[in-house]
């Protein structure tokens, strides 16, 4: 060990030759050349004919996998977009925050059912909007007796939640009111029969169609209102800013534009929702 020791000291101390010189440069760009290769390789993917959508369960937008009706409203939607684009799609589905990752590593090209958000700006780059105002239900069970009349009733009390998701403001910013995340909606969903959270929040449109699935929907007292974002936010769709140029967004929007007129959108949706 002494000998290894010392003959390691004697080759850092000397001068390095030029040829050893010429082999470290080359090494260095070896390096620089990996460290941008997965997202040059993410954008040749989205430029050469294949989409990678991340995604999380989110029935009826986004289905469980194999489900028998199909992929889900959003998910229909973007790929019937993408295959007028002549681009593949392939589907990987993850949590909710391991999609928002993939996203920002470029890792995935797109993602379905979102409201914009400032934050996700900075990697994301937002479809045109293709649902407008569904609004947000306050469901508790009936078994309890609580039977919220405004948002203030809920004061004191445990809403349950999706972690990640963006919900209006006057609930999300309203410190008397306790949020407990569940990890996607089919979770929150089986935790509030559980008695986990005095009541949830949900999309009025998922909420309606989660409590359905369950067979449990007698059980459940919807509160008689809807809050709305300030802005009556629209759903859209994300593409990584790492993987995916403008130009592909362009075109994709112009494809949802064309789903909408010529009734392809409403479709897909009577599909989910009859």
């Not at 089986?190 to 986990?196: D, E, S």
């Not at 949900?202 to 919807?222: C, F, H, P, W």
Request: hydrophobic share 45%.
């Amino acid at each position: 060990m002494e000998v290894s020791v010392k003959k390691f000291s004697f080759l850092i101390a000397i001068k390095p030759s030029p040829a050893l010189a010429g082999q470290s440069l080359l090494i260095a760009l070896l390096f620089a050349l990996a460290s941008v290769a997965a997202p040059c390789d993410a954008a040749a993917q989205a430029q050469g004919g294949s989409i990678l959508i991340a995604n999380a369960p989110y029935p009826p937008f986004v289905m469980p996998e194999g489900h028998a009706l199909g992929p889900g409203i959003d998910m229909e939607i973007a790929m019937e977009a993408l295959r007028r684009m002549g681009l593949r799609a392939s589907v990987q589905m993850y949590p909710f925050s391991r999609v928002l990752a993939a996203l920002k590593s470029g890792e995935a090209q797109l993602t379905t059912s979102l409201s914009f958000n400032a934050e996700r700006d900075a990697y994301l780059r937002w479809s045109a909007p293709y649902r407008f105002g569904p609004g947000y239900l306050i469901f508790t069970l009936r078994s309890t007796g609580f039977k919220p009349a405004a948002l203030e009733d809920l004061r004191g009390k445990s809403v349950g939640v999706v972690r990640g998701f963006v919900y209006p403001p006057a609930f999300s910013a309203h410190a008397g009111i306790a949020k407990i995340e569940a990890p996607d909606s089919e979770s929150l969903v089986k935790m509030f029969f559980a008695g986990r959270f005095d009541a949830i929040i949900t999309n009025s449109i998922v909420g309606s169609y989660d409590l359905k699935a369950s067979g449990r929907m007698a059980e459940a007292y919807q509160a008689p209102f809807v809050l709305q974002s300030q802005d009556n936010r629209a759903t859209v769709m994300g593409f990584s800013k790492q993987a995916v140029g403008a130009d592909i967004v362009e075109r994709f929007n112009r494809e949802l534009s064309a789903m909408q007129a010529d009734g392809s959108i409403s479709r897909i949706e009577r599909k989910y929702l009859d």
